[in-house]
């Protein structure tokens, strides 16, 4: 006779921790380190969107973020003042995530993203136009606003968007009592400390900074730490792709001008 097993709740918090135990231990034997995450985990590609000025599909992980950028544009009407009026969506596709708080997590990261980008861009350089900025998670698998902020770096230097520096930003998190960077979709569920900071050129100062849960004000310096390390890594990375992408416009120009 076959006889069928029904997993309770309590069954299933109990494979929950279990896998958590073999995250941590995984995370552990790769010394958790961001070096090797910048090195293997990141993945882009300019260009996606033919029509828009600037565009890059961007994996971080198994969290992959296509972005268009287009402007600046002229605005029509009076706005509030003559700097260039910067225009942020972020969103997440219906088979990304199953989440019954999609929308409300796309707003909160769409004013962080918004935030984080006017605090980079030249206003001052294009007054009285917009650039429209559009970030999508295509797939979900966590440090989806850090993957977004890479993600809409690399394309506003795509669109030839004046810019500060280049910024980029990562996600930390506290995993049964092991500081771990890029966090998955695994380590970012429970009440433990989390925390996404934005650099400007690798630099160890943010210009964004959103951190959940209740933390321990060791635990914050060590997570800030953490991410300021990380991010000197996804600096270097975002650095090489514009340095890639910059040779081979010039290749493209270089070969109509014949």
Do not use: W
Request: hydrophobic share 40%; with cysteine.
């Amino acid at each position: 006779m076959l006889t069928a097993s029904v997993m309770t709740d309590e069954n299933l918090i109990k494979s929950e921790i279990l896998i958590l135990n073999l995250v941590s231990i995984r995370r552990q034997m790769d010394q958790c380190t961001m070096n090797k995450v910048a090195q293997k985990n990141i993945n882009f590609k300019f260009g996606q969107y033919p029509h828009a000025d600037g565009s890059v599909y961007y994996e971080q992980g198994c969290t992959k973020v296509m972005c268009a950028v287009y402007g600046p544009r002229q605005t029509r009407g009076r706005t509030s003042d003559d700097l260039c009026q910067i225009n942020c969506q972020f969103s997440l596709a219906s088979f990304a995530l199953k989440s019954r708080k999609k929308a409300q997590r796309s707003l909160e990261a769409g004013r962080l993203l918004e935030r984080t980008l006017k605090s980079v861009i030249d206003r001052a350089a294009y007054p009285k136009t917009r650039v429209d900025i559009f970030c999508e998670i295509i797939q979900g698998d966590g440090s989806h606003l850090a993957a977004c902020v890479n993600a809409a770096s690399l394309a506003l230097i795509d669109a030839g968007i004046p810019v500060k520096g280049i910024v980029s930003a990562v996600e930390c998190g506290v995993v049964h009592g092991h500081i771990c960077t890029d966090l998955n979709m695994l380590e970012t569920r429970g009440n433990s400390p989390k925390i996404v900071i934005a650099t400007l050129d690798g630099a160890r100062e943010s210009v964004m900074m959103d951190y959940k849960n209740n933390y321990h004000i060791n635990q914050l310096d060590k997570l800030i730490d953490a991410a300021f390390d990380a991010n000197e890594k996804i600096y270097g990375c975002l650095r090489q792709a514009i340095v890639e992408r910059t040779m081979e416009l010039q290749k493209y120009s270089a070969s109509n001008a014949l």
